[in-house]
């Protein structure tokens, strides 16, 4: 996967025919490896197919795959098949999602996140595969926060993607994943250096997250209290979470997870507006950390 790779939600806001000039003009740049979401976007095994066709060699990673939008069957297979087709290119990242989007959106059921995980990875180490087999070994990572799922993803997975976190989480998740293990930490950055907009734009990113249960739950273990998750985040919230300012001070951030133990930091830079594409700060951002 290398050690950095480009966290985007912009592919998906683009038309096919767009997302896949830009998916090479990533790989151009010298990222590593593309992390493409799912919830209510792409749906992550179609997109992978489409961005691992239209470039060479980046790794396309999940960030994450559901585990209630497809059975432990079909999603292994999935992944069986991409990684006969693209060997060692494809990476699969695997969640329990939040209740709003299994329950509402999708009319399931939402349990317990540690033993609903643990039973699906079960099922698709069970599961037959009848096609022509991979060469190459596949790879899965936990979106994992605390430190029963981080022990988890130790046990059955080849490492966590932990989403919102500071280098500070990276360094305290090292040791319970372990040597030869992959920790992945997600990283924010704004190349904006007025403290008002920074914030601003961070907020209007992080306002979906605030209210969930279990970024709510993972923040309050990070130091936060719950009135810093509140009326669109505190300062302090805003500011451990989203890396901005120079290109100096975002790259030193996430360099930071580096030295905090991370083998790869997915960099998600964050466009002023929402349908924005922040192609050349993506192009920035890339020249300074490849230097």
């Known amino acids: 996967m290398g050690p950095f790779g480009l966290w985007t939600f ?27 979401p799912e919830a209510t976007n792409r749906n992550v095994f179609v997109n992978a197919t489409l961005l691992l066709t239209a470039t060479r060699r980046l790794a396309v990673v999940t960030g994450i795959a559901p585990i209630h939008n497809r ?8 992944q069986r098949t991409l990684d006969e087709a693209f060997p060692d290119r494809f990476v699969l990242g695997l969640g329990v999602s939040h209740a709003w989007l299994v329950e509402d959106l999708r009319g399931g059921t939402y349990s317990k996140p540690l033993p609903t995980m643990r039973a699906y990875l079960d099922r698709m180490d069970a599961a037959p595969f009848s096609a022509h087999p991979p060469t190459a070994r596949d790879r899965r990572l936990l ?32 040791p319970i994943l372990g040597t030869g293990k992959i920790l992945a930490p997600d990283q924010k950055v704004l190349l904006e250096t007025d403290p008002t907009e920074a914030r601003r734009i961070a907020r209007m990113h992080l306002s979906g997250y605030l209210s969930q249960p279990n970024y709510r739950n993972s923040f309050i273990r990070q130091g936060f209290a719950a009135y810093d998750l509140d009326g669109g985040g505190s300062d302090r919230l805003v500011d451990a979470i989203v890396a ?48």
């Open 244 to 291: 901005w300012g120079s290109i100096d001070t975002v790259v030193a951030r996430v360099r930071a997870h580096r030295d905090a133990g991370a083998d790869h930091v997915a960099v998600q830079v964050l466009p002023r507006d929402m349908g924005d594409l922040p192609l050349e700060q993506w192009r920035a951002v890339a020249s300074a950390l490849m230097d």
């Open 71 to 78: 059975d432990a069957m079909a999603t292994v297979n999935g």
């Open 10 to 36: 912009s592919l998906d806001r683009q038309p096919w025919s767009r997302s896949k000039e830009l998916a090479a003009e990533i790989e151009a740049m010298g990222w590593s490896a593309i992390w493409i």
């Open 143 to 174: 979106a994992a926060l605390g430190p029963r799922m981080l022990a988890l993803a130790a046990e059955k997975a080849d490492g966590a993607h932990p989403y919102l976190v500071t280098p500070e989480h990276t360094a305290g998740a090292r």
